[in-house]
Structure formats: C-alpha cells, structure tokens
C-alpha cells in the first residue's frame, strides 16, 4: 500500500491554520496517519482515552501552554469537551507571538458532537478534514482488487487481512466493540442487541428507502427513539442518508432519503455474508455493489464541494446517483453489477427531466465507452479519478 493522499492534505491544512480536526470512525486509521505526520514535527501526541495522558490535562492551560512551539496531537478529543475554549485561548496568545499555524491536530470518531464542540469555540481557526476507509483509488487498478474491497471494506485491518476469513473475523469483531464499549462511551444508554437488530435490518435495507415509522415499529419503539437511533449511526460516520433531488418540474418527486451503511464490508459482516462466492449468490449483491460505488464516489467527490442526491419520481424515473457541482453542472449516475451494462428506460426519463452535463452508467468492467450519445460505460476507479480530478482543480 502506498501512502494515503490524505496525508498531503492534512499537511497542508496544517501549514494553513492553527488548528485541523481529523474526523472518522474507528479504526479507519486516523492514530497511524497523525503519528506519520507528528513524527516529521517533533510532535507531542496525547491519547484522551488514556488516564495518564487525560491527568496530564488536570490542568490544561497550564500543561499546553509549555508547548506552544510544538504540534500537540490530541487523540479522541470528543471525550474532553471542557478543552476547546483553553484550545482558543492558546491559539490566540500564539497568534499574538507570531505563530499562526500547526498547534493543534485534533482526532475524533463522532462527527456531529465534535463539529459542533468545535465550531462553537474554534469558529476560524480551524479546518476540517475527513479520513475515510480505503477507496477504489488507493488500493490498486485490479478487479482482484475491486473486489476484495467491495467484499471486505475498507477499514485498513479487515482490507489488508491475510484471508477472507481473518477479515469476516475482525469486522465481527469491530461490531462488538461498537456495541459493548464504544457507543457507551458516547453517553448513549441504547441495548447491545437493541442496536444490533437495527444495523441487521439497515443492512438488509440497504439502498432502500428510509421508513422511521417501520424501522420503529420492527424494534419496538417509538418513531423519535428510532430516528435517534439512527442520528447516532450517522454521527458515528458509519450511516449515510443520501437525500432526493428536489427541483421544480412539475413531477411528483420521491421525498424519503435513501440509506446506505457507509462500509460494504460491514454489511456482509450483518449478513453473515464471508466471501465472494456467497456474496454473489446472496439476494443483497445489487444493493451492495450500488451501496460500495456511491460511497467510493461520495467520498472523492466530497473535497471538490460536490453534493450527492438520488432522483426518482413516481412515474418511474430514476438516477441512482445526481452529483451536483459547486457551479451547477450535474453528473447522473446509474450503477449496474452487469459486464454488459445498459441504462434502464428511468434512467433515460430522469436524464430528459434534468438535462445532466453527463450521464455514465458505472459497471465492473475495465474499460470505458460510449453506451449513447450522452451515456458513457466507466469502471468505479476511472469516474473515481474523474473526481479526484475536479477535487486538485478545487484546491489548486
């Protein structure tokens, strides 16, 4: 494996501003890529789950403040909410001694309570960036390769295990440790199997459209209890809710959102799905190769600004997935588990509603090709490098 790309973003962020906060869900191997980048700094690395490095935070201005002229890596920051107004005070006091940039990485695996932690007290003088699982650009150019990614996911352990079997393992594995220990350390009193019956049922649902009302009724509670349920799944980067397109045609649009858990391999691991011949014969491989594409797309698209949305109206035309550019363009994409792909009529329907900039029809195949006249065959990878394309132009 080469390095992640990630890496020269995160040092270029932190060539930029005081702060920079690396979010992803565990085990994605946010720790490995900020002692990579600490190693080149001379870099003071303290981990928040650790009782001997939160004691030396007894006193937190005190401590950090004989390190202003030293990157300090704080790992799993959510679990000391208390830091980030001392975080603001030590930025500016190092501002004010000439030292505008690099003071903090700050690493953290729940989304939402740290954006929200931070941005109330680091509002500009930090950036975001998101570290996700492995992609289809970072794990070689093979179909041996797209494939053990699809079948394993992306997390670094269960991808790069030596077997399909030590990989099923590990993943089984990360499941019960989301359940037993981590969630709790949220704050959230939800029941192990409470929890496991509804990431089984999502990963069963996976690609459909999202029903609280049902899921809600399936485990056995109320609809905002639900809804929770899955904030939190969402929060811990592990749950995407792909919206609909919404525009003024005069069509009656679909409304729900559709779900996706964001890591194939984890909705194997539900589905007690172990390799490739049973994945293949298994009801869920349509919703799982679609699940595996968007969220590869979603995740290169997303440092270019670029937003993705489903599309579908009740007559019966559909766009798997719309990904709608900062300046307006629009790029329809239909995902097909097929050598020989054909867009269906929907798809066809949804390109006349929307007029897209282009239309491709992703498949896993090796080549890319015309299908129509404003239709193109591409494999994941290359509309991946499409994207990661237009992501360099956005930072250039």
Do not use: M, P
């Given at each position: 494996m080469k390095p992640r790309r990630i890496q020269l973003e995160l040092e270029r962020r932190l060539a930029e501003v005081p702060?920079?906060?690396l979010l992803g869900p565990r085990q994605v191997g946010k720790t490995t890529?900020?002692?990579a980048v600490a190693e080149k700094r001379d870099a003071l690395y303290l981990d928040l789950e650790s009782e001997a490095d939160r004691a030396k935070l007894a006193e937190p201005e005190l401590y950090l403040s004989g390190h202003l002229d030293r990157l300090v890596v704080l790992d799993e920051v959510h679990r000391t909410p208390g830091l980030f107004p001392v975080l603001r005070g030590l930025i500016d006091r190092a501002r004010r001694a000439g030292r505008r940039h690099g003071l903090y990485l700050l690493l953290g695996s729940a989304a939402l309570d740290l954006l929200r932690q931070s941005g109330e007290t680091l509002a500009g003088r930090v950036s975001y960036l998101a570290l996700d699982p492995f992609d289809v650009l970072e794990v070689g150019d093979t179909p041996t390769a797209l494939d053990r990614l699809w079948l394993r996911g992306g997390f670094p352990e269960s991808f790069l295990a030596p077997d399909d079997l030590t990989s099923f393992r590990w993943r089984e594995d990360f499941l019960r440790s989301y359940l037993e220990r981590d969630i709790p350390q949220f704050g959230r009193r939800?029941?192990?199997d409470r929890l496991r019956r509804l990431w089984t049922m999502l990963a069963h649902l996976q690609g459909g459209l999202l029903n609280v009302a049902q899921l809600a009724r399936n485990l056995g509670v109320d609809a905002k209890t639900a809804a929770g349920y899955l904030d939190l799944l969402i929060d811990l980067l592990l749950l995407r809710r792909l919206p609909p397109w919404h525009a003024n045609l005069g069509?009656?649009?679909v409304r729900s959102p559709k779900v996706y858990l964001r890591d194939s391999g984890?909705?194997?691991a539900l589905l007690a799905v172990r390799d490739r011949e049973a994945l293949l014969s298994h009801p869920i491989v349509g919703a799982s190769w679609e699940g595996f594409v968007i969220e590869?797309?979603?995740?290169?698209?997303?440092?270019?600004?670029?937003q993705g949305y489903f599309y579908r109206t009740s007559g019966g035309a559909e766009i798997d997935l719309l990904l709608a550019h900062p300046d307006g363009r629009l790029w329809a994409v239909e995902v097909k588990r097929s050598l020989a792909p054909k867009p269906e009529r929907g798809f066809h329907s949804a390109c006349a509603?929307?007029?897209p900039e282009r239309g491709f029809l992703v498949y896993p195949g090796a080549e890319t090709y015309p299908v129509s006249e404003h239709i193109e065959a591409i494999p994941p990878r290359a509309l991946a490098a499409l994207l990661a394309g237009a992501a360099?132009?956005?930072?250039a």
């Open positions: 702060a920079v906060v890529l900020a002692l939800i029941a192990a069509k009656r649009l984890l909705v194997h590869n797309l979603l995740n290169v698209a997303a440092s270019a600004g670029i509603d929307l007029a360099a132009c956005s930072t």
